[in-house]
Nanobody, 120 residues
Framework: QVQLVESGGGLVQTGGSLRLSCVAS????????MGWYRQSPGKQRELVAA???????NYADSVKGRFTISRDNAKNTVNLQMNSLKPEDTAVYSC??????????????WGQGTQVTVSS
């Protein structure tokens, strides 16, 4: 059974920083893309940042220049460094990974979500 476990959420003041981490465990062949999504009350879930197996990244316009996504393929981990946080960054952040279970068999997995709250 594949699992994604997140850590690092919490409460921070405007302008502060947080680092989220997500580790994938279980039996699988490899991991394709990994990413972070967020959802706040009354809003749709949105992509925050993503990174593919080669290290190419993409970011939501709202976080460019403030957030950095990285991954450690050897540790099956993806991280999100969040700087200059704003109250509008407040949301539940969830890790996503496209797992290659076996050759030709891919499946998306989600973490349980971690709350990030930015106070003004």
């Amino acid at each position: 059974q594949v699992q994604l476990v997140e850590s690092g959420g919490g409460l921070v003041q405007t302008g502060g920083s947080l680092r989220l981490s997500c580790v994938a465990s279980g039996y699988f062949f490899s991991i394709n893309a990994m990413g972070w999504y967020r959802q706040s009350p009354g809003k749709q879930r949105e992509l925050v940042a993503a990174i593919n197996s080669g290290g190419s990244t993409n970011y939501a316009d709202s976080v460019k220049g403030r957030f950095t996504i990285s991954r450690d393929n050897a540790k099956n981990t993806v991280n999100l460094q969040m700087n200059s946080l704003k109250p509008e960054d407040t949301a539940v952040y969830s890790c996503n990974a496209r797992i290659i279970l076996t050759l030709g068999v891919n499946r998306d997995y989600w973490g349980q979500g971690t709350q990030v709250t930015v106070s003004s």
